[in-house]
């Protein structure tokens, strides 16, 4: 009797663990898709407004707030866009310059509209 009570414990706990684990998984990709909303809304409010009107954050900063969550996500990104790693780390900096290419290529990785960074 006592071991078929220790594998119901295990099970519940093992069970218990999927669960937090799924909860804490979907909370960050909550999250991820809170930021790429708050891009899409920036983007639509640049499109509304002049763009001179309102601060605008660096690209550097917004990709980095975006993608803080991914693992590895700088490594993705030279990938995703075909920059050398030096490239990518003058793009945080904003000493990259902001090309209609780069904007698209970075649509791609992110799903932000290009016109967006664009205007950054």
């Avoid at 119901?8 to 684990?21: M, P, Q, V």
């Avoid at 660096?58 to 995703?80: D, H, I, N």
């Amino acid at each position: 009797m006592s071991a078929g009570y220790a594998r119901r414990a295990s099970t519940r706990d093992d069970e218990e663990a999927a669960l937090t684990d799924a909860k804490e998984q979907a909370a960050g990709e909550r999250d991820r898709y809170r930021r790429l909303l708050d891009c899409h809304v920036d983007a639509a409010l640049a499109e509304l407004t002049d763009a001179r009107a309102r601060p605008v954050p660096w690209p550097g900063r917004v990709l980095e707030s975006f993608c803080a969550t991914m693992p590895s996500w700088r490594r993705k990104l030279a990938e995703s866009t075909g920059l050398e790693p030096r490239e990518v780390e003058r793009l945080l900096r904003s000493d990259l310059p902001m090309t209609p290419g780069l904007a698209r290529q970075l649509e791609a990785f992110t799903g932000t509209p290009a016109r967006y960074r664009e205007r950054l």
